[in-house]
């Protein structure tokens, strides 16, 4: 055995035993794409200590993994790639919650993740109006009823004043 | 106070419809056997369009806000007709602003709905006799009512897995922030009807 062959079969020798038995951890850390729940009342304080349920695309009726808002309404997720669809997300907290779908782009360039359906608050204005229309219809058929009634017709149908 | 989607089973959510469907067809079918069905309708038109805006009105109660309910209110000035108007209020309020859901509307039709009569009921028995106490017990009455069935309901349709106790606790403090309103909506109803005896007594309703 020459020289080179014989530190050769010691070097071998030494990498053995940590081969087999693989009594060394690895760790490693990498940076991951996380989604950032956050779970507000309409009334715009957070809903804090809500139950977070993640539901995965291929069994959306039995729970993939639960947890818990913090203080400030908020809560972090990281999705495995598999398996691919939207994945739902449900937060609730004494009968009250909501539920956002989360899907993972496939084609290259896309975003990694797409919220598919989320919940907004409509804008003020738009809730005005539709106040205001919802009042108007009340008052409309208020008055349509009215007239029925004061022109002596009342007790005669639906359409005794049209 | 409004069951949003998809909380709850959907086997309870039909069993709300078809609760809030008998209770609307017991409705009708009294309305229909009032001398002049039709004499109701432009108050209980108004009182749709003030039980659909009040949801919008937040009242803060630190650290929380809760909604004004009117459900005893509804009860009172519209007696039967407070059932088929608190599902039209409710409806519209699903469809426009999103507070409850499509599915629950039978649900939180029961939750608004039973409390209402119930209160319908108190006024008409105690109405002539106690009218300060009875508008008193009927606006505070019917925030009670509804907060014990609203809770029920919840608790009774937690799926498995969902942590209990924090779901429990969480409720609690819901119903603690809203025991200030308990106390408002007597107050409403109790001076919603002095306000009437006083100016236009011809409006007070029957009881």
């Known amino acids: ?162 | 106070m409004h069951l949003p989607d998809g909380l709850l089973p959907a086997g309870m959510a039909l069993a709300g419809y078809a609760g809030a469907a008998g209770l609307v067809g017991l409705s009708l079918g009294r309305i229909r056997r009032l001398p002049d069905p039709q004499a109701g309708v432009p108050r209980a038109a108004m009182m749709t369009s003030v039980f659909f805006a009040a949801s919008l009105v937040a009242v803060p109660v630190p650290p929380t806000t809760v909604h004004l309910m009117l459900s005893g209110l509804m009860g009172v000035l519209l007696g039967w007709f407070a059932m088929p108007a608190i599902m039209v209020g409710l409806f519209l309020q699903a469809v426009l602003f999103g507070h409850g859901g499509l599915t629950t509307l039978g649900l939180n039709g029961l939750i608004l709905g039973v409390p209402a009569l119930a209160a319908s009921a108190l006024w008409g028995g105690f109405g002539r006799r106690l009218p300060d106490l009875a508008a008193l017990l009927a606006g505070s009455g019917a925030v009670i009512a509804a907060l014990a069935i609203f809770a029920g309901l919840v608790l009774a349709g937690l799926p498995p897995g969902i942590d209990r106790g924090a779901e429990r606790a969480a409720l609690s403090v819901f119903v603690i922030a809203h025991l200030p309103l308990v106390l408002a909506e007597g107050v409403i109803v109790l001076a919603v009807l002095r306000i009437l005896r006083r100016v236009e007594p011809r409006l007070l309703p029957h009881g």
């Not at chain 1, 940590?18 to 009342?41: D, F, G, N, S, W």
């Not at chain 1, 939207?86 to 290259?108: D, K, L």
């Not at chain 1, 359906?117 to 058929?141: D, E, I, K, N, S």
């Open chain 1, 1 to 162: 055995m020459s020289a080179r062959a014989r530190v050769a079969a010691l070097f071998f020798c030494a990498l053995v035993p940590q081969m087999a038995a693989a009594h060394a951890a690895l760790v490693t850390a990498e940076p991951v794409e996380a989604l950032r729940i956050t779970a507000r009342y309409d009334t715009g304080e957070p809903m804090a200590g809500a139950q977070v349920t993640i539901y995965a695309p291929d069994d959306p009726a039995t729970a993939w993994a639960r947890g818990e808002t913090d203080a400030g309404g908020r809560f972090d997720l990281v999705l495995p790639t598999e398996p691919e669809g939207a994945w739902a997300v449900q937060v609730r907290q004494a009968g009250h919650g909501a539920m956002i779908h989360v899907a993972r782009g496939s084609a290259e360039g896309e975003a990694a993740l797409v919220v598919t359906a989320g919940t907004a608050v409509p804008h003020l204005l738009q809730r005005a109006v539709m106040v205001a229309l919802v009042l108007w219809g009340a008052l409309g058929t208020a008055l349509f009823f009215r007239r029925g009634r004061a022109s002596g017709f009342s007790g005669a149908g639906p359409d005794a004043s049209a």
